[in-house]
């Protein structure tokens, strides 16, 4: 079992930061990539930035106000959100690619979602 815990949503007035960190544990091999997804009511889920071997990906929309970080050795994968706008409100999910054995296909998983409402 694999499981993905997050923490560090909150509210916070426009153009303030928060801090998002997610952490994996369980039974699985490799983990090959980790990142960060967000989604609002009516909305398709869409990426916020992700580490897939080595190599960072980011949204449009948060580029160069979003930090990803990820620590390997502590399967841990966290978000700066800096200079926070309104429509940066919405649940963000964690997210991480990881074969569950060695040579194994590799799978997505979620965790359960961190509310981020940014409001004056």
């Known amino acids: 079992q694999v499981q993905l815990v997050e923490s560090g949503g909150g509210l916070v007035q426009p153009g303030g930061s928060l801090r998002l960190s997610c952490v994996a544990s369980?039974?699985?091999?490799?983990?090959?990539?980790m990142g960060w997804y967000r989604q609002v009511p009516g909305k398709e889920r869409e990426l916020v930035a992700q580490?897939?071997?080595?190599?960072?990906y980011s949204g449009d929309s948060v580029e160069g106000r979003f930090t990803i970080n990820r620590d390997k050795a502590k399967n841990m994968v966290s978000l700066q959100l800096d200079d926070l706008k309104p429509e940066d409100t919405a649940t963000y999910y964690c997210?991480?690619?990881?074969?569950?054995?060695?040579?194994?296909?590799?799978?997505?998983?979620w965790g359960q979602g961190t509310h981020v409402t940014v409001s004056s």
């Open positions: 369980g039974n699985f091999f490799e983990i090959y990539g």
């Open positions: 580490i897939i071997s080595g190599r960072t």
């Open positions: 997210n991480a690619q990881l074969s569950r054995k060695d040579r194994g296909p590799a799978y997505d998983y």
